[in-house]
């Protein structure tokens, strides 16, 4: 079995693919993410199925088809681990979306259960929703 930092490395990996189904197969049954803020659209809690929902419309979004996400420091304990990361992509109009963040992820086995994730909420509303 994979040390907790390696199935988040793992799993960022695969988001940065933008294969919505293979991301969502990193996820256990039952796993949830939540979105810091408040921004409509994007903030909140997401059960897998809905994260699903969410990733396919946003993929759409993303000249290069994905989100990159690269993790730029981790610290772990026991199952949960906490990580700094960057995102990166190109929208289909033409803005970057370079965020910053803080995740709290708890696995569980080989796979993600939880996932906290805090950014930089007025970035990502500028990027995505500002008209």
Do not use: C
Not at 68 to 96: C, H, Q, Y
């Amino acid at each position: 079995m994979k040390d907790a930092k390696t199935v988040v490395a793992d799993f960022l990996a695969t988001f940065s693919t933008g294969q919505v189904d293979a991301i969502l197969g990193g996820l256990a049954d039952g796993a949830t993410w939540q979105v810091s803020g408040g921004v409509p659209g994007m903030s909140g809690t997401y059960a897998k199925e809905e994260l699903g929902a969410l990733l396919r419309g946003a993929v759409a979004l993303y000249r290069e088809g994905a989100l990159r996400i690269t993790p730029t420091a981790m610290i772990a304990e026991g199952n949960k681990v906490a990580a700094e990361a960057e995102s990166f992509a190109t929208l289909s109009n033409g803005r970057i979306y370079n965020n910053r963040y803080h995740f709290l992820f708890e696995v569980a086995g080989d796979k993600v259960l939880r996932v906290r994730e805090y950014m930089d909420t007025m970035h990502a509303w500028e990027t995505f929703f500002k008209p």
